[in-house]
């Protein structure tokens, strides 16, 4: 690719891709609200608030590609949420509509389907199944993507991500973390695949304790190398196990089920 925008670039997983991306394209446009400090040589920095559609749509000219990170990406009061996940995916919709339509990673979630239980393992033709206002934030985003591809032919991959960091942190992470590693790999295919429509695809790496069954999105050419199991030793010796009827062991988003509607104050 030329250009490739990745949005949320201050954040956790933006940060990280920003560097781990860097050979996907002759230039990286790097946005968020906060400060991304120095651009490198390969890079342009630009400040954009999601929720302002012409700034959106400024962002998006001239960019071959899309891998969006941005908005809130923890519950929170409704009106951050609407501003950023609603309001925003909106206008990065319509701004690559009306940019040559280039092919996206849309930031989904595991929360969208979070109140499924940890004792199921689902697929991803399920109903979603929301845990609170971001993971319904995340559905409205997966239905905008499916739409505009049905619609007008946008391509983009929903990626519900589990949780990627270095390592898990507990014992639900066993199941739903996702390495760096694999992740860069899962988006190198993504943008290399010919044809890639609007799947939905489960974030995690080749955990044995797995939730998530991405067999529909083979022909998608992502083998994911890592597996928790090399840290359940340690889990398991540092972290205290919660109880049976805990929300983190009952259901699959984990504490985001019991957390409450957060006010605006």
Same mark, same amino acid.
């Given at each position: 690719?030329?250009?490739?925008?990745?949005?949320?670039?201050?954040?956790? #997983?933006?940060?990280?891709?920003?560097?781990?991306?860097? @050979?996907?394209?002759?230039?990286?446009?790097?946005?968020?609200?906060?400060?991304?400090?120095?651009?490198?040589?390969?890079? !342009?920095?630009?400040?954009?608030? #999601?929720? $302002?559609?012409?700034?959106?749509?400024?962002?998006?000219?001239?960019?071959?590609? %899309?891998?969006? /990170?941005?908005?809130?990406?923890?519950?929170?009061?409704?009106?951050?949420?609407?501003? &950023?996940?609603?309001?925003?995916?909106?206008?990065?919709? !319509?701004?690559?509509?009306? @940019?040559?339509?280039?092919?996206?990673?849309? &930031?989904?979630?595991? @929360?969208?389907?979070?109140? +499924?239980?940890?004792?199921?393992?689902?697929?991803?033709?399920?109903?979603?199944?929301?845990?609170? #206002?971001?993971?319904?934030?995340?559905?409205?985003?997966?239905?905008?993507?499916? &739409? +505009?591809?049905?619609?007008?032919?946008? !391509?983009?991959?929903?990626?519900?991500?589990?949780?990627?960091?270095?390592?898990?942190?507990? @014992?639900?992470?066993?199941?739903?973390?996702?390495? +760096?590693?694999?992740?860069?790999?899962?988006?190198?295919?993504?943008?290399?695949?010919?044809?890639?429509?609007?799947?939905? %695809? +489960?974030?995690?790496?080749?955990?044995?304790?797995?939730?998530?069954?991405?067999?529909?999105?083979?022909?998608?050419?992502?083998?994911?190398?890592?597996?928790?199991?090399? /840290?359940?030793?340690?889990?398991? &010796?540092?972290?205290?196990?919660?109880?049976? $009827?805990?929300?983190?062991?009952?259901?699959?988003?984990?504490?985001?089920?019991?957390?409450?509607?957060?006010?605006?104050?």
């Amino acid at each position: 690719m030329k250009r490739l925008l990745i949005t949320g670039a201050a954040g956790g #997983l933006g940060s990280v891709m920003r560097t781990r991306l860097a @050979h996907l394209a002759d230039t990286l446009r790097l946005s968020d609200m906060s400060d991304m400090g120095e651009a490198a040589a390969n890079e !342009e920095i630009v400040q954009c608030d #999601l929720g $302002d559609a012409q700034a959106v749509e400024a962002l998006v000219e001239g960019c071959d590609g %899309i891998v969006h /990170f941005g908005g809130k990406s923890t519950e929170g009061p409704w009106s951050v949420i609407n501003n &950023a996940n609603i309001q925003g995916v909106m206008n990065l919709y !319509e701004a690559a509509r009306k @940019h040559g339509m280039p092919r996206i990673l849309f &930031a989904s979630s595991n @929360h969208a389907i979070g109140f +499924y239980p940890q004792s199921q393992v689902i697929d991803n033709t399920v109903y979603p199944r929301p845990d609170g #206002l971001y993971g319904i934030s995340k559905v409205f985003g997966e239905a905008v993507a499916n &739409a +505009y591809h049905d619609k007008f032919g946008q !391509e983009t991959a929903i990626v519900r991500i589990g949780s990627s960091f270095p390592e898990p942190a507990n @014992h639900r992470m066993l199941s739903t973390w996702l390495s +760096y590693d694999d992740f860069v790999r899962m988006i190198e295919r993504i943008f290399d695949v010919p044809k890639l429509g609007c799947p939905i %695809i +489960y974030g995690a790496s080749a955990n044995s304790a797995s939730f998530w069954d991405n067999s529909k999105v083979d022909w998608l050419g992502w083998r994911p190398q890592d597996n928790s199991e090399q /840290f359940r030793a340690q889990i398991d &010796a540092t972290t205290p196990k919660p109880a049976p $009827d805990a929300a983190d062991v009952l259901y699959q988003g984990g504490l985001f089920c019991t957390d409450g509607i957060h006010s605006e104050d």
